[in-house]
């Protein structure tokens, strides 16, 4: 009996050991029945935030104006671009100026004239007429000083509509502190005007610069082909003494001799050819044994003249066959 419970006990416990996976199982099925489906929402990369742009100070606007200037003081508006960053002049007029739009400066060129009528930036195109004053340029069939009188023109024009405070309320706009504005964006052309001579200065100074830059690059340019061409002539030079040089005409009469020598041993050759074939077949080419023997014999006549020549320019050889096969090329590498 005793056996029997202890049977039976081991039963259980076994039974028990065998459903455990089914209880966690289960446990993971409930776990997965309550487990929350994933988010649809598509998640966007965020996006870097723009850097604010610097505004530009006063001294920095009248340092760059040199950039606008040719080397005749004309003024180009085409080089904006490369002269002034859009950002940072919204910045300049943001800072300066603030809601009073209107006195925003502008460094293209802007094509209206001013009129009476509703008109934009007025006060873009009077910096730049002011501009124009201090640096006129021939244009549209004007002299420069034509050009000049109508920037001021239109530069005094600019001045009394941006001064005049009824200019807002016509453009169906209001500008606080409008006398405060006006006031700093006077400021600012003053500093330009008396900034003349200075942009003039340091656009001579660049000018200057870039032009001995150019003559220093220039000389270099030259004295390296000067270089170049001197040691092609000296090159030449070498080259005309060996070959008038007696130890070049050895190796040249010693690579002649060697040239015909070389005919006569392949003439020979094919004598002896001629002949080991008449051993056999009793029959030797005629015609091709008189050949062989005429160009042995135009050989030797030829190499007996170079051989003098060998001997008026220093070979020491004794005779033509004793004529070193091989010559050393003296003017070789240079």
């Known amino acids: 009996m005793n056996t029997f419970k202890k049977l039976s006990l081991t039963k259980i416990i076994a039974s028990i050991l065998l459903l455990q996976p089914f209880f966690a199982s289960a446990a993971g099925v409930d776990d997965l029945l309550n487990t929350k489906a994933p988010s649809t929402e598509i998640i966007k990369p965020a996006v870097p935030k723009k850097e604010t742009a610097v505004p530009y100070t006063q001294k920095e606007i009248i340092d760059r104006m040199q950039i606008y200037l040719d080397s005749n003081d004309n003024y180009d508006s085409s080089q904006a671009s490369k002269a002034y960053d859009k950002e940072r002049t919204e910045a300049f007029n943001n800072e300066n100026f603030g809601a009073c739009h209107l006195f925003a400066i502008r460094f293209d060129n802007p094509s209206e004239d001013f009129s009476d009528k509703l008109i934009d930036h ?80 340091e656009k001579q100074r660049l000018a200057l610069e870039e032009r001995q830059k150019y003559e220093k690059r220039q000389a270099a340019t030259e004295a390296s082909n000067k270089a170049r061409m001197d040691a092609e002539i000296a090159r030449q030079e070498k080259i005309n003494t060996c070959a008038n040089s007696d130890q070049y005409k050895l190796y040249r009469i010693s690579a002649n001799i060697e040239y015909y020598r070389t005919i006569a041993n392949q003439a020979q050759q094919e004598i002896d050819r001629q002949n080991q074939g008449a051993k056999i077949s009793g029959f030797v080419d005629k015609q091709v044994m008189y050949n062989m023997g005429s160009k042995i014999a135009e050989v030797d006549r030829v190499n007996k003249e170079n051989f003098v020549i060998y001997k008026q320019v220093g070979g020491t050889a004794k005779n033509v066959k004793s004529v070193p096969a091989l010559p050393t090329n003296p003017c070789a590498g240079l």
Request: aromatic residues 8%; positive net charge.
């Open 122 to 201: 007025p006060a873009g195109r009077t910096f730049f007429k002011t501009i124009q004053v201090l640096y006129p340029t021939s244009h549209d069939g004007l002299s420069k000083e034509e050009a000049k009188a109508r920037a001021i023109q239109a530069m005094k024009d600019g001045i009394a509509i941006l001064q005049d405070p009824n200019t807002w309320s016509r453009i169906g706009s209001t500008c606080e502190d409008h006398d405060k504005y006006f006031a700093r964006y006077k400021e600012l052309l003053d500093a330009v005007i008396q900034a003349q001579p200075a942009i003039r200065a």
